[in-house]
């Protein structure tokens, strides 16, 4: 079953949040939980047929289900805040996350595990702290 995520999923899944603040916030706080789970997810399997050399495709597919969510949640808080530098900072951040999961997946290389958590951690800090300090009456144009 192949789910694809547009506007009427995200809506028909989460009606009542209609700020992109708190989604984008939630979706990184997912994202940094499902990270922080997965090596517990490795030592709960028994491990007899792989060796924990791969975790299961639907696990790993939700990476990309907290980026579709996150890159949603951050293109439209851009939209409404009335920092510039917020919008930039909230760009820049998921695409650190971005590559950081592409590193992640891929193995091009091995990343501290204290560094693997900062792009989700500045996501959430920077969605709740547009939420409280940048706030447009509608949508901004900058």
Same mark, same amino acid.
């Given at each position: 079953m192949i789910f694809t995520v547009n506007k009427k999923n995200i809506q028909a899944i989460m009606p009542n949040f209609k700020n992109s603040n708190y989604l984008g916030a939630l979706a990184s706080t997912l994202c940094l939980i499902h990270c922080? %789970?997965?090596?517990f997810l490795f030592i709960i399997q028994t491990c007899s047929n792989t060796c924990c050399e791969a975790s299961p495709t639907w696990w790993r597919s939700l990476d990309?289900?907290?980026?579709?969510?996150s890159f949603f949640a951050v293109y439209h808080s851009n939209k409404t805040t009335s920092n510039v530098w917020i919008g930039r %900072?909230?760009?820049i951040s998921w695409f650190l996350l971005f590559i950081q999961i592409q590193i992640q997946i891929f193995g091009w290389m091995k990343i501290p595990s204290f560094i693997e958590y900062l792009p989700a951690l500045v996501l959430i800090s920077l969605h709740l702290y547009n939420q409280k300090f940048c706030k447009c009456s509608d949508n901004c144009i900058h």
């Amino acid at each position: 079953m192949i789910f694809t995520v547009n506007k009427k999923n995200i809506q028909a899944i989460m009606p009542n949040f209609k700020n992109s603040n708190y989604l984008g916030a939630l979706a990184s706080t997912l994202c940094l939980i499902h990270c922080l %789970a997965t090596p517990f997810l490795f030592i709960i399997q028994t491990c007899s047929n792989t060796c924990c050399e791969a975790s299961p495709t639907w696990w790993r597919s939700l990476d990309y289900l907290f980026l579709t969510l996150s890159f949603f949640a951050v293109y439209h808080s851009n939209k409404t805040t009335s920092n510039v530098w917020i919008g930039r %900072a909230l760009w820049i951040s998921w695409f650190l996350l971005f590559i950081q999961i592409q590193i992640q997946i891929f193995g091009w290389m091995k990343i501290p595990s204290f560094i693997e958590y900062l792009p989700a951690l500045v996501l959430i800090s920077l969605h709740l702290y547009n939420q409280k300090f940048c706030k447009c009456s509608d949508n901004c144009i900058h």
